[in-house]
């Protein structure tokens, strides 16, 4: 639904006083491009897209999320949501005590085929289902499943110190830079050695492994949308081709063309 004056690729969460279910279901196409502003909610969201890669920010972080993937958001989290292509939108609003898991942390997890086949079949669930009913009982399966679900090292955390913030922003607009830790410093007045501590206190990642991240999941929108791998390498600093798919099998455990089909063959 489009709020009064906005442009069409700006999008409103409904005003919901209360779910109706322990399992409320969202389900439409998205623009490419589109926009969804930081919002929170008293209930957990299970946000899905069976095409195009979606941007989850939360204050952690930010999370992307390819088609075989979900982000678990937990209650009053705030969160917004940029998409990269169209996106067919899938999301499940869950009562908090509908289910034990995936916890309590805003985390990308892995989507199985059973839960995707499942997920289908809840385009046309009704908003007041009786829970003692067949599509009661495809809810509880559901439940069921997201509980199980595996994470997925898909989130990118963000510091919180302002030098570092100034890094991590300009890195995320140019992912393919390779300035030093020590050229940084210069530029926002600290020392190698304070900035690389301060990125482990904050991130939980050396600031090579935290750039590697951010390249790693910029990699994902630029390869969905059919960019050429040979571009998408370049893009994202490396030298070479075997480079980076290198770089990307042993952060995603498959090559860019199998990560892909993979994804392609559960649509």
Same mark, same amino acid.
């Given at each position: 639904?489009?709020?009064?004056?906005?442009?069409?690729?700006?999008?409103?969460?409904?005003?919901?006083?209360?779910?109706? &279910?322990?399992?409320?279901? #969202?389900?439409?196409?998205?623009?490419?491009? !589109?926009?969804?502003?930081?919002?929170?909610? @008293?209930?957990?969201?299970?946000?899905? $897209?069976?095409?195009?890669?979606?941007?989850?920010?939360?204050?952690?972080?930010?999370?992307?999320?390819?088609?075989?993937?979900?982000?678990?958001?937990? @209650?009053?989290?705030?969160?917004?949501?940029?998409?990269?292509?169209?996106?067919?939108?899938?999301?499940?609003?869950?009562?908090? +005590?509908?289910?034990? +898991?995936?916890?309590?942390?805003?985390?990308?997890?892995?989507?199985?085929?059973?839960?995707?086949?499942?997920?289908?079949?809840?385009?046309?669930?009704? =908003?007041?289902? #009786?829970?003692? !009913?067949?599509?009661?009982?495809?809810?509880?399966?559901?439940?069921?499943?997201?509980?199980? /679900?595996?994470? $997925?090292? /898909?989130?990118?955390?963000?510091?919180?110190?302002?030098?570092?913030?100034?890094? $991590?922003?300009?890195?995320?607009?140019?992912?393919?830079?390779? #300035?030093?830790?020590?050229?940084?410093?210069? #530029?926002?007045?600290?020392?190698?050695?304070?900035?690389?501590?301060?990125?482990?206190?904050?991130?939980? /990642?050396?600031? !090579?492994?935290?750039?590697?991240?951010?390249?790693?999941?910029?990699?994902? @929108?630029?390869?969905?949308?059919?960019?050429?791998?040979?571009?998408?390498?370049?893009?994202? +600093?490396? =030298?070479?081709? !075997?480079?980076?798919?290198?770089?990307?099998? &042993?952060?995603? +455990?498959?090559?860019?063309?199998?990560?892909?089909?993979?994804?392609?063959?559960?649509?």
């Amino acid at each position: 639904m489009l709020l009064t004056g906005q442009t069409p690729n700006h999008y409103r969460v409904p005003e919901l006083g209360g779910l109706p &279910r322990p399992l409320y279901v #969202r389900a439409f196409e998205i623009p490419a491009d !589109s926009e969804v502003a930081m919002h929170s909610h @008293p209930w957990a969201q299970f946000m899905h $897209a069976s095409a195009g890669v979606l941007c989850v920010h939360t204050p952690l972080g930010r999370h992307m999320v390819p088609p075989q993937h979900a982000i678990w958001i937990p @209650p009053g989290m705030a969160h917004g949501v940029t998409t990269h292509g169209r996106i067919a939108f899938h999301s499940l609003y869950l009562d908090p +005590g509908a289910l034990e +898991g995936p916890g309590p942390d805003c985390k990308a997890l892995v989507v199985t085929p059973l839960l995707r086949a499942l997920l289908h079949e809840t385009r046309t669930l009704p =908003a007041d289902y #009786r829970p003692d !009913s067949a599509d009661g009982r495809l809810v509880a399966v559901i439940l069921d499943q997201i509980a199980r /679900l595996p994470a $997925a090292p /898909l989130c990118l955390p963000m510091p919180g110190d302002p030098r570092l913030l100034r890094i $991590a922003l300009a890195l995320q607009a140019d992912p393919g830079n390779d #300035r030093t830790l020590e050229a940084w410093g210069q #530029r926002v007045g600290a020392t190698r050695r304070t900035l690389a501590r301060r990125f482990r206190d904050e991130t939980r /990642l050396t600031f !090579s492994e935290w750039r590697l991240s951010l390249r790693m999941l910029a990699a994902l @929108p630029r390869l969905e949308a059919g960019t050429p791998v040979t571009t998408v390498a370049a893009e994202l +600093g490396y =030298a070479s081709l !075997s480079a980076f798919i290198a770089a990307f099998r &042993r952060f995603h +455990g498959s090559t860019p063309g199998a990560f892909f089909d993979r994804n392609a063959t559960r649509r």
